[in-house]
């Protein structure tokens, strides 16, 4: 028990140590824009995280989450120009709406498998990001349609989500992403965790256990499209302009994803990591090269992708992972099973 | 009153009659064997008791209540467990953490989840295994550890699909002594099984399927002699009058 204790440790050291960094980072990077490179990466953290949770944990790939991505965004700015509605409750109100809509979604694709599964989910995303690309209104509330919606300036003033400079967008969007992966670390570690991964490897074994799969992945696919609106909305308020290209596209799902899969899905971690290292390096080549060669971007992700499907198909944390939990040569087996299961 | 009453089902897969009519009952505590010709329809009357498919006809009774055409976790739920043909593990867990998911059937959390699993895997002594991904066990390590996941859950009948197939005879030899120790748990076992000295060895009664219709049930020495199941086993030639 005494040896994996500290290996434990140092398995919980080095996040606590990247959020020390995180958190003073504000005072050391100088310049508008590393801020804004910065936020970028934590909101696609935080996006890829709350699409692991029903992703990563069922093993089933949605293309999808980009339409739960608009409502959130769409809905909190709605509320805010037609109501005056705050868009901190708005992006609750959006969360509840993308709940209902990934719950209405999820239960017919949850019946296919595999690539019938992505298909069905990015055809109800694409239907709904052309109903509002051609929609000017709806119901007397204006939606502009592909022409998009500014979202009203209100100048500083944080009870509206608006704030002068970048810092404060940049600690809002950290503490929902500490708040997604506290929820996936519970998750993780609870009934339902368990659940969604016995379902991943083998469904109808964990339905001769007493699972009943339908109503665990619909809760995970609740749960991630309540988080994914979230983040919509954040979205729509650091850059106060929503379309629906921008806001509910196919390529915000593909980011989505293809961060959590090179990071490494069904882990806490592993989408951070996708996100930490694939967003600056579509930032850089799109700020670099990005003029004369539109989508470069594009295509380094579909390369990151490739590589990492071919040599680390579990993704770039497992090695990490397998580094701070192997004993060292010599005591390998020596520990009880307890110790030993414990540091996973 | 018996466990479980299995009135008249029936399953057709396209034109193929899977079972035909078919009628048991297992008692409390005992242990029935189940044989018959692949293709007999064994595993198709598991699956519809298990809940897997409904039956087309008939009616399944545990306890009493009518159970037929459940679903698999509502079944489980009414302490009805099952191993599979081609054993299932959840490949990319550790054993414990196979087991736990059979623990987390009860109430209670992620603790109590735990101890239940630990101490299933201590019953069918895979304790030193416990931190062991499944992908990587041996088929019958793999077998054992879909029966420790069942106990997890507590069953009052265990339906064990072929737990000794492919097994080398030490292995067989465990695995009887585990399910001997089952039923001395007060569990009720219901085992399709193809190896003779298994089911002979084990079962209190047992029951031979062919194509879909029972044709005997009995003791296990009565059953082995009789001229139908010889000759459903063996063909016509080779059952001589008067080999009993």
Same mark, same amino acid.
């Given at each position: 028990m005494t040896q994996p204790a500290s290996r434990n440790g140092l398995l919980y050291a080095a996040p606590a140590a990247a959020l020390l960094l995180l958190l003073f980072l504000p005072a050391v990077v100088r310049?508008?824009? #590393?801020?804004?490179?910065?936020?970028? +990466?934590?909101?696609?953290? #935080?996006m890829a995280s709350a699409w692991n949770i029903v992703c990563g944990y069922t093993g089933q790939l949605s293309l999808g989450h980009s339409a739960l991505c608009g409502i959130g965004g769409y809905i909190s700015t709605l509320l805010l120009i037609n109501l005056g509605l705050s868009p901190w409750l708005g992006m609750l109100v $959006?969360? %509840?709406? &993308?709940?209902? %809509?990934? +719950?209405? +979604? $999820?239960?017919?694709?949850?019946?296919?498998r595999g690539p019938y599964f992505t298909l069905t989910t990015i055809a109800f995303a694409e239907i709904l990001r052309i109903w509002a690309e051609n929609t000017e209104e709806i119901l007397g509330i204006e939606l502009r349609g592909a022409q998009g919606i500014s979202v009203p300036l209100k100048g500083h003033h944080p009870l509206f989500f608006q704030f002068e400079g970048k810092v404060a967008y940049f600690y809002v969007i950290l503490a929902m992403l500490l708040m997604v992966l506290a929820v996936t670390f519970w998750m993780e570690r609870s009934r339902m965790g368990f659940y969604l991964k016995a379902i991943r490897a083998d469904q109808d074994a964990a339905e001769a256990l007493g699972i009943n799969s339908t109503r665990y992945l619909l809760s995970a696919m609740a749960l991630s499209s309540f988080l994914t609106a979230l983040g919509g909305s954040f979205y729509a308020q650091y850059f106060r302009y929503i379309n629906p290209e921008r806001n509910m596209g196919l390529d915000l799902s593909i980011e989505f994803a293809l961060m959590g899969i %090179?990071?490494?899905?069904?882990?806490?971690?592993?989408? %951070?990591? $996708?996100?930490?290292l694939l967003t600056p390096a579509g930032e850089i080549s799109r700020a670099t090269l990005g003029g004369r060669f539109p989508g470069l971007h594009l295509a380094i992700y579909g390369l990151v992708l490739v590589l990492a499907v071919m040599f680390l198909p579990k993704g770039l944390i497992q090695p990490i992972?397998?580094?701070?939990?192997?004993?060292? &040569?010599?005591? &390998? $087996?020596?520990?009880?099973?307890?110790?030993?299961? &414990?540091a996973s | 009153m018996a466990l479980l009453e299995v009135q008249a089902i029936g399953k057709t897969f396209g034109g193929l009659q899977a079972v035909?009519?078919?009628?048991?009952?297992?008692?409390?505590?005992? /242990?029935?064997?189940? /044989?018959?010709?692949n293709g007999a329809g064994k595993t198709t009357a598991f699956n519809m008791i298990a809940g897997f498919f409904p039956p087309d006809s008939g009616s399944i009774r545990f306890k009493g209540e009518d159970i037929t055409g459940r679903r698999p976790w509502d079944i489980s739920h009414r302490k009805i467990a099952r191993t599979f043909q081609l054993s299932k593990p959840f490949g990319d867990l550790s054993v414990l953490e196979n087991a736990m998911v059979g623990g987390f059937h009860h109430q209670g959390g992620r603790g109590a989840a735990r101890r239940k699993a630990e101490e299933m895997l201590a019953f069918v002594g895979m304790t030193p295994q416990a931190a062991v991904e499944a992908n990587n066990l041996t088929a019958t390590d793999r077998k054992r550890l879909e029966l420790a996941r069942c106990l997890a859950t507590d069953p009052e009948l265990l339906l064990l699909d072929e737990v000794v197939a492919g097994a080398t005879p030490t292995?067989?030899?465990? !695995? !009887?002594?585990? /399910?001997?120790?089952?039923?001395?748990?007060?569990?009720?076992? /219901? !085992?399709?099984?193809?190896? !003779?000295?298994?089911i002979m060895g084990l079962s209190d009664r047992v029951l031979v399927l062919h194509h879909g219709e029972t044709i005997a049930v009995g003791a296990p020495q009565v059953v082995s002699k009789d001229p139908t199941v010889l000759k459903a086993y063996l063909g016509e030639r080779h059952v001589q009058p008067g080999n009993s």
């Open positions: 310049g508008d824009y #590393y801020l804004h490179v910065l936020v970028g +990466i934590l909101f696609f953290a #935080y $959006g969360g %509840v709406c &993308a709940t209902i %809509v990934g +719950i209405l +979604i $999820g239960y017919p694709c949850f019946r296919l %090179v990071g490494g899905q069904g882990t806490v971690l592993g989408p %951070v990591l $996708g996100a930490f992972r397998q580094c701070l939990r192997r004993p060292p &040569a010599g005591e &390998a $087996g020596t520990g009880t099973p307890e110790a030993r299961s &414990a | 035909k009519d078919l009628s048991f009952t297992v008692e409390p505590g005992e /242990i029935l064997g189940i /044989i018959g010709p292995e067989a030899g465990v !695995m !009887m002594e585990l /399910i001997r120790k089952v039923r001395a748990g007060g569990v009720t076992i /219901i !085992m399709v099984e193809h190896v !003779m000295r298994v």
